[in-house]
């Protein structure tokens, strides 16, 4: 993906679950990655809706608790990013916990900028950016693929993702 529409892409990320919008600090949960029929899947079965400095004393709901939509989601490792949002004038996807999204392919209601490149061996990291009412939500992960490209527990000594933030400073300047 050029580096024009990893711009556009962290701008539209940031901008919107949020607008007008509580905005959550930190990450409301992390999307659980499994193989489906050998795709690369994610849901979301938890999330934060009370947050804490303390961490033990963080609330956390089921997702099928409240009415959760997915706004956006982007997977990539540092080079390449797939990325899909939402269609106007659809207000998302309902996330349940048994709603899957595939790598790859774009639920109904949502588009993408770019096909998605296979992907490779190596360490990955997913974020979804969804809304709860008027709060906004996110749900950040990283995975790791072996050679064959199936998932595999991370090794610790692996870099992991940069954050967007960083890329798009490294970008920037």
């Known amino acids: ?22 905005v959550s600090f930190g990450v409301d949960g992390q999307p659980a990655a499994f193989e489906d029929n050998g795709q690369i899947c994610f849901r979301v079965e938890k999330y934060i ?8 004393l963080q609330s956390t709901r089921d ?7 997915l706004q956006d989601v982007l997977i990539g490792d540092g080079k390449n990013y ?6 106007e004038p659809t207000s998302g996807m309902r996330l349940r916990r048994s709603t899957a999204i595939c790598y790859g392919n774009a639920p109904a209601g949502f588009t993408t900028t770019d096909a998605a490149e296979p ?5 990955y990291a997913v974020l979804m950016n969804a809304t709860a009412g008027q ?4 749900f950040y992960d990283h995975f790791c693929l072996s050679e064959e490209r199936h998932l595999i ?6 870099e992991p993702p940069r ?11």
């Open 1 to 22: 993906m050029r580096q024009s529409s990893v711009l556009v892409a962290i701008f539209l990320m940031a901008l919107t679950p949020m607008q007008a919008q509580a």
């Open 49 to 56: 809706y009370s947050h804490s400095i303390i961490s033990f």
């Open 63 to 69: 997702i099928d608790e409240r009415e959760v939509l």
């Open 82 to 87: 797939w990325e899909i949002a939402y269609e």
């Open 119 to 123: 992907l490779a061996a190596g360490r």
């Open 135 to 138: 709060d906004g939500l996110r």
């Open 153 to 158: 527990r991370c090794e610790e000594k692996e």
């Open 163 to 173: 954050s967007l933030w960083e890329r798009f400073l490294d970008w920037v300047f």
